[in-house]
């Protein structure tokens, strides 16, 4: 959630993909064609920050000149969010709002709250946020059988890119309301009730997008019932009441309704939200030579020997479930990819986003349709679980584990103290936060963890919160970097230089 962000650049885990989207081929493939529409598609299967994108994109624009906002908006979500490239997306398509949200969001991290407002009022402005996922989505589709992609590696080209596709609603959209959300806190009443209503208009702009995206509306618009909630109270309004009780709607609506879910097992809401993503890991799970060499996470884990056997037995079914995903999947690649890709269906001459998009959408239908597929993501998803579980044993794990449960009680008692960290670790004991057995100190070398946050405040701004080191161990690990967990109760790693610069820029 970190503004401005290169898109990360997700390997395909098939070599044969990797060989048809090489910048080296598709600069080959679009020499050859004069088609802007495979032009367009062969632009969007480019690896994140190659230059090769824009070269495509810029052929594909020469040959129809209505696709520029669209290559502004690939650029955004494939390769990067920056104050060059949303600029750019603002300058070739000014009634689109995302730009604006986009513009406010680095404006307010760069700390230009007054333009951060500016922006954020011309977006509310804008008629509809437009991604173009109907433009680009078919225009990927052409691309793919330019390219004679078919079977296996359609399926895992479709996967990979829709799977960066999604990384851009988290990566690019969540930091939007909560720049918005932080602006109203410290905003007087006027502007924080004017931010609430601009809360509501980004949840119409995203519900009227995508499937995705509508996770995300329904954030927005629980901030901005949160605020309206704070208003209406300091009025003491009986409204207050009534927002409460929306929210709560908010997240009824959201709850499971399908009978293929159990209270112990995945939502499948949830399921579908991330159903792209393990489409595209499954190619990794499923084949040993990746899943050895450790390019999972969930499976890049270090278990005592008591626990290795089921643990390796755990990755064995890890494995088995990701063939079957695929299987399930290869029966219709894109009917089942195209549901995330190509945005929400709209008759011919209709606007990008009809204000009152309908609430149905393709991944809805493809739940109820695809029952097969929700039952083997399920099972992927549970094998997943099973294995991370099993990799809690590990020391390394055990160690990052404590060191959150401490940064909770650290950020617990700044919220409870004026955003002030405590001056010692042992106030948390003393005052009953953190109680015995556990202690302050590293499962892997017995040495107290280092707390750097004493004598300073919790960072106001979730953006900062994500960089600013809480506590780290001083035991650098076999990628020489400290464990570490930062103010936002997330827990990582840092480069000792990373950590000496920060700290220096703290005054440490």
């Known amino acids: 959630m970190q503004l401005p962000i290169n898109m990360p650049n997700l390997p395909s885990y098939r070599e044969s993909v990797d060989r048809v989207a090489s910048a080296e081929n598709l600069k080959a493939v679009a020499s050859a064609t004069s088609d802007p529409e495979i032009l367009l598609g062969l632009s969007f299967l480019v690896k994140a920050g190659d230059p090769v994108r824009k070269d495509i994109s810029e052929m594909a624009v020469r040959t129809r ?38 513009q406010g969001a680095l404006l307010h991290v760069s700390s230009r709250e007054s333009e951060a407002l500016s922006a954020f009022g011309k977006a509310a402005s804008c008629s509809e946020l437009r991604l173009y996922d109907s433009t680009a989505g078919e225009a990927l589709f052409k691309a793919l059988d330019a390219l004679e992609l078919k079977g296996l590696d359609r399926l895992c080209a479709l996967s990979w890119t829709a799977s960066r596709w999604d990384n851009f609603s988290s990566l690019g959209i969540q930091p939007i309301h909560w720049a918005l959300f932080e602006l109203a806190r410290t905003a007087d009443t006027a502007s924080r ?15 009227a997008t995508n499937f995705t ?19 209406a109270a300091a009025e003491n309004s009986p409204k207050m009441n009534g927002y409460a009780a929306a929210m709560q709607g908010l997240n009824n609506a959201m709850l499971p309704w399908t009978d293929i879910e159990d209270a112990m097992k ?57 063939k079957k995903l695929i299987d399930v999947a290869l029966s219709d690649p894109d009917g089942i990819l195209g549901a995330y890709l190509k945005g929400l269906p709209r008759s011919s001459g209709e606007p990008e986003n ?48 404590r060191m959150m449960e401490i940064a909770w009680a650290i950020q617990t008692y700044a919220h409870n103290h004026e955003l002030a960290y405590p001056d010692t670790i042992a106030v948390l004991f003393e005052s009953g936060q953190l109680k015995p057995p556990l202690e302050a100190k590293s499962l892997l070398t017995g040495r107290p963890y280092v ?33 570490c967990v930062f103010a936002a109760c997330v827990g990582s790693h840092i480069r000792p230089h990373d950590l000496n610069e920060q700290l220096k820029r703290r005054g440490k």
Not at 195 to 201: D, F, K, M, V
């Open 65 to 102: 000149s209505e696709y520029e906002p669209v290559v502004a908006v690939l650029s955004l979500i494939m390769d990067r969010i920056n104050e060059e490239s949303v600029g750019e997306l603002v300058q070739r398509d000014a009634d689109n709002a995302l730009g604006h949200y986009l």
């Open 266 to 322: 995945p939502n499948p809401l949830q399921l579908a939200q991330s159903l792209p993503s393990r489409i595209h890991r499954a190619f990794a799970a499923a084949d040993p030579s990746l899943m050895n060499a450790g390019v999972l996470g969930e499976v890049n884990l270090n278990p005592p020997e008591s626990d290795r056997a089921a643990f390796e037995a755990a990755k064995e079914h890890y494995a088995q479930t990701a």
């Open 354 to 401: 009809l204000p009152w998009t309908s609430f149905s959408t393709p991944v809805g239908t493809l739940m109820q349709k695809r029952r097969d597929l929700f039952r083997a993501i399920a099972a992927n998803e549970e094998a997943m679980t099973a294995i991370w579980k099993l990799g809690q044993s590990d020391p390394a794990q055990k160690n990052m584990s």
């Open 213 to 231: 995206n509508r996770w995300f509306a329904r954030q927005a618009v629980q901030h901005a019932f949160a605020l309206k909630a704070e208003l």
């Open 451 to 483: 707390y750097v946050a004493a004598g300073e405040k919790s960072p106001a701004k979730t953006n900062d919160r994500a960089q600013f080191v809480l506590l780290y161990d001083d035991e650098r690990d076999e990628y020489d970097c400290y464990p």
């Open 193 to 207: 009730s004017a931010l609430a209503e601009t809360l509501i208009t980004l949840a119409g702009h995203l519900f």
